[in-house]
């Protein structure tokens, strides 16, 4: 059993490349920015304010998770039996998600969970603080990056497939502002692991992004 942590800024493409990774390993893949964002639509659904820390926190018993996986529907998340796995990518809810990531209760309430899924089976597990708190001792520790610029250009890319209106400038500002909120945080913030090794995806596609994560992979599992 290994375990393998992603981290890395908003849109550098973690989830992506972790999906395929873990399919091609026959591994199990667990997105802990869902998790984050599924918190984050719930408040809203109960209209608490994502910046309500005792607020967001006194929801947190009503909140029942549940991370899937099947061939035919890839990846599923459900809350409180309700499939929200679409309705967590309205672009709305990154940042309800980085509100959410900084109250220190809901952190220790997703901690539990990650680490019992890692403790289970080998997982890619991806997010902001896996390498550095979530699985310490993970086997292999990458920091996928990017530069702002392009990460918001795939961003853009993929909600305009969506069919959504947000504009590049928009979405540049989202992810600067959230990277920013990030990596501030006084508990877990988004930060390269001192044993992580730092991937910068700028110049690469999808295809060789993959390659460079087995290699580095291959070399320590
Ligand atoms: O990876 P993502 O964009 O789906 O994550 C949404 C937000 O959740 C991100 O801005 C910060 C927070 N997050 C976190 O604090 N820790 C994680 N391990 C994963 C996500």
Redesign the pocket.
Known sequence: MFAIAIDGP?GAG??TIARKVAAELSIIYVD???M??AIGAYAIRQGVDTKNAPAVAALLPEISLELTYSEELGQRIFLNGEDVSSEIRLPEM?MA??NV?AIPEVRAFLLEQQRGMAKRQSVIMD????GTV?LPDAEVKIFLTASAEERARRRWKEFSEKGLPDTYEEILADVIR?DEQ?MNRPI?PLKQADDAILLDSTALNFAETVEKVKEIIKERV
């Open positions: 908003a973690k989830s802990t920015g869902a984050y964002r990154g998600a980085s990531s997010g902001r603080d896996i979530v959230r990030d877990a």
